[in-house]
């Protein structure tokens, strides 16, 4: 069974980094695109970043764009996602997600992605 599990977030002040960690186990991350997304209370998911499974196809939304970095250790069969110059923002939680469909590069959107960690939250404040 797929399963995901989300690690590395807190507390960080406005302009610092974060690096958050997405372990997977019961499939293989070349197997499929792994996304990240944020949920801020009251707020839609948002998709942030992909990584398609081979790791040559990435995606960055344009509020990340820049300032996010997200890659794999296929060995430890990890997703990370390096967050710097962090802007201050109401907490989200950040969230990995496994792409349904194996083989192609999965669009950031929540209902093409069936499996999620259960998040980690960020709170980027003085």
């Known amino acids: 069974q797929s399963q995901l599990v989300e690690s590395g977030g807190g507390l960080v002040q406005p302009g610092g980094s974060l690096r958050l960690s997405c372990a997977a186990s019961?499939?293989?991350?070349?197997?499929?695109?792994i996304g990240w997304f944020r949920q801020a209370p009251g707020k839609e998911r948002e998709g942030i970043s992909s990584?398609?499974?081979?790791?040559?196809?990435?995606n960055y939304a344009d509020s990340v764009r820049g300032r996010f970095t997200i890659s794999k250790d296929t060995g430890k069969n990890t997703v990370y996602l390096q967050m710097n110059s962090l802007k201050p923002d109401a907490p989200a939680v950040y969230y990995c997600?496994?792409?349904?469909?194996?083989?192609?590069?999965?669009?950031?959107?929540?209902?093409?992605?069936?499996?999620w960690g259960q998040g980690t939250q960020v709170t980027v404040s003085s």
């Open positions: 997600a496994r792409a349904a469909a194996v083989g192609f590069m999965t669009p950031l959107v929540p209902a093409r992605y069936w499996y």
């Open positions: 019961g499939f293989t991350l070349r197997d499929y695109t």
């Open positions: 990584i398609s499974g081979s790791g040559r196809t990435i």
